[in-house]
């Protein structure tokens, strides 16, 4: 049973294109999680997604910043014109269940943007 | 959302001491999770605590949830070198994360 998976694992972007970060969740799960962690930093939750519908976006930039979690496929973090500040490690999260659920982590995207 | 407070931010200890990281919640939780980020990987579920005043061991490791459930302790006996990493409680309905305590080991 493969682990959640992430990917890539790095990406360079340059100031003002678009970073697409993608989760495949563990077989079965439904539930998807994504955070953002700066260096030596804690986990700081970005948005909760179900298939189809987004739960909470409350942790999510306003501007830039999306996500998806379709009926088919992995969920996609997408950050439109990135700049420097984006830079940090994005963790995908995925549970069998939502409240309370043990999350299972993928191995992150490291994002540095020039 | 609730405030949940981890303490200390570092611990730095001898190899062979004990460490005790605390997580504090402003509200009553209906459970907490433990997690585990060695440097540079990604967080790993230790534990997850439900009922009031529950203890749970896994080896070294003992984890007690408070008896209003609304604070929670993890503590590590005899550290070593190995358990260098940050431990995040993680609490409740939205998942929120301690900021961590980080726990380096002098061997």
């Known amino acids: 049973n493969a682990g959640v998976m992430q990917n890539p694992r790095h990406l360079v972007r340059r100031r003002g294109q678009e970073a697409r970060l993608r989760c495949s969740p563990m077989?079965?799960?439904?539930?998807v999680y994504w955070y953002r962690q700066l260096p030596e930093e804690g986990l700081k939750f970005m948005v909760y997604?179900?298939?189809?519908?987004?739960?909470?976006e409350s942790g999510m930039p306003k501007e830039r910043f999306s996500a998806e979690f379709p009926k088919e496929g992995p969920s996609i973090l997408r950050i439109q014109q990135v700049v420097r500040g984006d830079s940090a490690a994005y963790f995908c999260?995925?549970?069998?269940?939502?409240?309370?659920?043990?999350?299972?982590f993928g191995a992150g995207t490291r994002l540095s943007v020039l | 959302g609730q405030q949940v407070m981890q303490i200390p931010q570092y611990q730095h200890v001898q190899e062979g001491e004990d460490f005790t990281t605390y997580c504090n919640s402003s509200?009553?939780?209906?459970?907490i999770q433990w997690y585990k980020q060695r440097p540079g990987g990604h967080p790993v579920f230790l534990i997850q605590l439900v009922k009031s005043g529950e203890v749970k061991k896994q080896k070294r490791l003992t984890f007690q949830f408070g008896e209003a459930k609304k604070n929670s302790s993890l503590h590590i006996t005899a550290t070593q070198t190995t358990d260098v990493g940050t431990y995040f409680c993680?609490?409740?309905?939205?998942?929120?994360f301690g900021a961590g305590t980080r726990l380096t080991v002098k061997p």
């Open positions: 999260a995925s549970s069998p269940k939502g409240s309370g659920g043990i999350q299972y």
């Open positions: 997604l179900q298939k189809e519908n987004i739960i909470d």
């Open positions: 993680a609490v409740d309905n939205d998942m929120r």
């Open positions: 077989k079965g799960h439904s539930h």
């Open positions: 509200t009553t939780l209906s459970n």
